[in-house]
């Protein structure tokens, strides 16, 4: 039986948070929208999740500092971090997989992509973004 991938989305901007999640709850993912930090840490009640989950994170917040996203994967241990990014930027990937993101992705992404992307991630797997075979 499959589950539908719970995300909680982390992000400041309105328009590109109700974007994200149309898209993916189109696609039955499970959305829940937060607008900062405070929102989703002073969540009174953890709801219940059945199935995979997934923090998703637009690096556009203020969510992007070691010790806040620590305090995030403390308090949702078994969500899995994927990192939203605006452009491709070497040195944030590598901060985001040392702190345990399992994604780091690249707006640039089309819709399906997307939607892959944190299928795979919903199963644990690791998902690098294309730009880095250029870097290297």
Do not use: W
């Not at 305090?71 to 345990?100: E, N, T």
Request: charged letters at 25%; glycine letters at 4%.
């Amino acid at each position: 039986m499959s589950y539908p991938v719970n995300v909680r989305l982390l992000c400041g901007n309105a328009i590109v948070r109700e974007g994200l999640s149309r898209i993916l709850t189109e696609r039955d993912f499970r959305v829940t929208q937060y607008s900062n930090i405070a929102a989703i840490v002073q969540q009174d009640e953890v709801p219940e999740d059945i199935g995979p989950s997934l923090l998703l994170i637009d690096d556009g917040t203020e969510a992007m500092d070691v010790e806040t996203l620590s305090l995030l994967q403390k308090r949702f241990p078994c969500s899995y971090l994927v990192l939203l990014s605006d452009r491709f930027d070497f040195q944030i990937m590598l901060k985001a997989f040392r702190i345990g993101a399992l994604a780091y992705i690249v707006k640039e992404i089309s819709c399906d992509r997307l939607v892959a992307t944190l299928r795979l991630v919903a199963m644990g797997e690791r998902v690098l973004p294309p730009q880095l075979a250029d870097e290297l």
